[in-house]
């Protein structure tokens, strides 16, 4: 096969193929936060979400800001609450949780939310995982780009005599546990320096 040869069957082969592939593990478009995406600055993603109400500070501890919407919807589903958290002022995870009394209502609600999120972001990344121990059950899947991750779980936890049931999706950055951990060490290092 000569040079020319190799680079028609390249793109006209190889490079579908892959393009394919990458939707098919990556989904159809990005991530996203009923259309907004990770990294929009608060003030922007505040204006546009009124309802989140109450936001805790930790700018001056672990260089964080959280803020929490009860109620809400997503995927036009009612949620029990839903938490954000901004990293040096921009958008960085979002935490969305429903509750209920019993598991069969926890997977229903997870085969609604898995149903929903791979028809508008494509096939999961990886295949579904499963954590059984005395005090807690949990079935999960995520979604992963260059760019962010989103995680679907229903969980069974057993908390005394106590046991509550749940579904959540989290859309998080790529690099949010290394940016949270890197925050959290700005604030550090700034601390000591002031000292």
């Not at 028609?8 to 907004?36: D, H, R, T």
């Not at 990770?38 to 500070?57: A, H, N, R, W, Y």
């Not at 890197?182 to 002031?194: I, N, P, S, T």
Request: proline letters at 4%; a positive charge.
């Amino acid at each position: 096969m000569n040079q020319k040869t190799r680079k028609i069957f390249f793109l006209a082969i190889v490079l579908p193929a892959f393009m394919l592939a990458s939707q098919l593990s990556f989904g159809v478009e990005p991530l996203l936060y009923k259309g907004v995406s990770l990294g929009v600055q608060k003030s922007v993603f505040l204006k546009k979400f009124p309802e989140f109400i109450k936001c805790m500070d930790f700018t001056q501890t672990l260089g964080q800001i959280h803020c929490f919407a009860p109620r809400g919807t997503y995927a036009e589903m009612p949620v029990f609450d839903t938490e954000t958290t901004f990293l040096e002022g921009r958008l960085a995870k979002v935490d969305i949780t429903s509750r209920f009394d019993s598991k069969s209502e926890a997977i229903e609600r997870y085969d609604s939310w898995l149903s929903a999120i791979t028809n508008k972001f494509g096939l999961p990344s990886e295949k579904e995982h499963e954590y059984v121990m005395p005090d807690l059950e949990s079935r999960g899947i995520r979604w992963m780009t260059n760019s962010a991750q989103m995680s679907l779980s229903w969980t069974v936890f057993q908390r005394g005599a106590q046991t509550e049931f749940s579904t959540s999706v989290s859309i998080e950055t790529a690099r949010y546990d290394m940016d949270m951990l890197e925050a959290a060490q700005k604030v550090g290092r700034k601390k000591h320096k002031d000292m």
